[in-house]
């Protein structure tokens, strides 16, 4: 992918190098970071809050810093992958600002937060170990860097694309926050059974993932050949019925909250081959 070049948004708040206060929330190693995650596939488990029992973690705290570049957003990382991070983000800002202003709507762009190990959020304690995720409470999407090194060496997805689509799945989650669609799937999810109401999770990350295409449908003029292919190995990399089984457990589809390989793949083709967001209503259609 060919990003270089590419304006990199200044909405990156580098968090890289600070330390959480000492005391809770910072004492649960890699190998328990691991088992988390692993738990949490297995039992549909939101990760954040099984991250906050386990560690106690506070949400409002602040990190201490560390030396790093302060955590102040507005200044473009300096070292390759920051500065890819940003970039992509400012690509989605282009995407979605011209997706905004057909529609007559304002775009309200997102702050991207880099962070190491775990970092406090307004929804709770985030922690690599969750992967990359968008809080809707406060607007940012939190990525730890290095799960784009697990992405690679864990799951064999490699490449730009790979790792730009997860940034665009996340932002996915930003455009779907500001249209109201994820208020509306949680108003639904309230008082359903946990199988009901992991079925509409499952649509909006499926929703998250075409967006992600449309983001890229409407960069083509970035993409290598091959690029589309890493970003679908990527897709395929992180469906739920393929980390079950990695987690030596049972495929169960009725714990499922991101959707199954093949259905993540369709999806994100979906939006890659059409570049239009209103044909990513994952709620009207067969999964």
Same mark, same amino acid.
């Given at each position: 992918?060919?990003?270089?070049?590419?304006?990199?948004?200044?909405?990156?708040?580098?968090?890289?190098?600070?330390?959480?206060?000492?005391?809770?929330?910072?004492?649960?190693?890699?190998?328990?970071?691991?088992?988390?995650?692993?738990?949490?596939?297995?039992?549909?488990?939101?990760?954040?809050?099984?991250?906050?029992?386990?560690?106690?973690?506070?949400?409002?705290?602040?990190?201490?810093?560390?030396?790093?570049?302060?955590?102040? &957003?507005?200044?473009? &990382?300096?070292?390759?992958?920051?500065?890819?991070?940003?970039?992509?983000?400012?690509?989605?800002?282009?995407?979605?600002?011209?997706?905004?202003?057909?529609?007559?709507?304002?775009?309200?762009?997102?702050?991207?937060?880099?962070?190491?190990?775990?970092?406090?959020?307004?929804?709770?304690?985030?922690?690599?170990?969750?992967?990359?995720?968008?809080?809707?409470?406060?607007?940012?999407?939190?990525?730890?860097?290095?799960?784009? /090194?697990?992405?690679?060496?864990?799951?064999?997805?490699?490449?730009?694309?790979?790792?730009?689509?997860?940034?665009?799945?996340?932002?996915?989650?930003?455009?779907?926050?500001?249209?109201?669609?994820?208020?509306?799937?949680?108003?639904?999810?309230?008082?359903?059974?946990?199988?009901?109401?992991?079925?509409?999770?499952?649509?909006?990350?499926?929703?998250?993932?075409?967006?992600?295409?449309?983001?890229?449908?409407?960069?083509? /003029?970035?993409?290598?050949?091959?690029?589309?292919?890493?970003?679908?190995?990527?897709?395929?990399?992180?469906?739920? /019925?393929?980390?079950?089984?990695?987690?030596?457990?049972?495929?169960? &589809?009725?714990?499922?909250?991101?959707?199954?390989?093949?259905?993540?793949?369709?999806?994100?083709?979906?939006?890659? /081959?059409?570049?239009? &967001?209103?044909?990513?209503?994952?709620?009207?259609?067969?999964?």
């Amino acid at each position: 992918m060919r990003w270089q070049g590419s304006k990199a948004s200044r909405n990156v708040e580098d968090r890289r190098g600070m330390r959480l206060p000492e005391g809770r929330g910072a004492g649960l190693g890699c190998g328990g970071l691991i088992l988390l995650l692993v738990v949490a596939w297995l039992t549909g488990t939101n990760p954040l809050q099984l991250l906050d029992a386990v560690g106690n973690a506070p949400s409002a705290q602040a990190p201490v810093d560390a030396g790093g570049s302060g955590g102040i &957003p507005g200044a473009t &990382p300096a070292d390759t992958e920051g500065e890819f991070a940003a970039t992509i983000l400012g690509l989605t800002e282009e995407t979605w600002g011209d997706a905004f202003r057909q529609r007559g709507q304002r775009y309200q762009e997102p702050t991207l937060v880099l962070f190491e190990r775990a970092t406090p959020s307004a929804c709770g304690m985030g922690s690599a170990a969750v992967g990359p995720f968008y809080c809707p409470a406060d607007g940012k999407v939190y990525i730890d860097l290095s799960f784009f /090194d697990a992405l690679s060496q864990r799951f064999g997805a490699d490449g730009d694309f790979a790792r730009a689509y997860v940034i665009a799945h996340e932002v996915g989650h930003h455009v779907q926050n500001l249209l109201g669609i994820s208020d509306h799937v949680r108003n639904q999810q309230r008082g359903l059974s946990g199988g009901d109401a992991n079925e509409l999770s499952v649509r909006l990350e499926l929703q998250a993932d075409c967006l992600a295409g449309v983001w890229g449908a409407s960069h083509r /003029d970035l993409l290598e050949p091959g690029d589309v292919e890493e970003g679908l190995r990527a897709a395929a990399a992180i469906g739920d /019925d393929t980390l079950q089984r990695r987690a030596g457990g049972e495929v169960q &589809p009725e714990s499922w909250t991101h959707g199954s390989s093949q259905q993540r793949v369709r999806w994100l083709r979906r939006g890659l /081959d059409t570049g239009d &967001p209103d044909a990513c209503d994952t709620f009207a259609s067969a999964l």
